[in-house]
């Protein structure tokens, strides 16, 4: 057991820990670049991956897999609302929510051509320029 005055290593690591030593300020100069969200051109890899999330619902639906196609679809939103938040205020955009929405009552109504009509114009709303 260690005495009073031996010097104790975990004591010493959490002292470091409370008082880092650093060599510049607390200022966000070394934090990492936001991701690469404004805007979300049809041409841009956010875009894609939209798209791609939406074509998986798509097909997820048409094969009656209603969990995957709701985790596809709540991802795709996910992903056009930071674009919105970050300023991307296209109609298009306004556009693809409304639809994923739609698409989401008439998959809880078991209506898989109605829902994917939904998806449809979706997936148009994001491949359209804006």
């Known amino acids: 057991m260690p005495t009073a005055a031996a010097q104790h290593p975990y004591l010493?690591?959490?002292s470091f820990a409370l008082v880092p030593r650093m060599k510049t300020g607390?200022?966000?100069a070394k934090d990492p670049p936001p991701p690469h969200l404004l805007p979300l051109a049809s041409a841009s890899p956010e875009a894609k991956q939209v798209l791609e999330l939406l074509l998986g619902a798509d097909h997820d639906i048409r094969d009656d897999h209603?969990?995957?196609a709701g985790i596809n679809l709540a991802l795709a939103e996910t992903r056009i609302r930071l674009a919105v938040s970050h300023g991307d205020k296209s109609p298009a955009l306004q556009t693809a929510l409304?639809?994923?929405a739609q698409a989401r009552e008439e998959m809880a109504k078991h209506d898989t051509r109605r829902a994917?009509?939904?998806l449809a114009d979706a997936v148009r709303a994001v491949m359209a320029p804006h």
Do not use: E, S
């Open 98 to 100: 409304t639809r994923i």
């Open 12 to 14: 010493d690591l959490f």
């Open 116 to 118: 994917c009509a939904a």
């Open 66 to 68: 209603d969990q995957a």
């Open 26 to 28: 607390p200022d966000h």
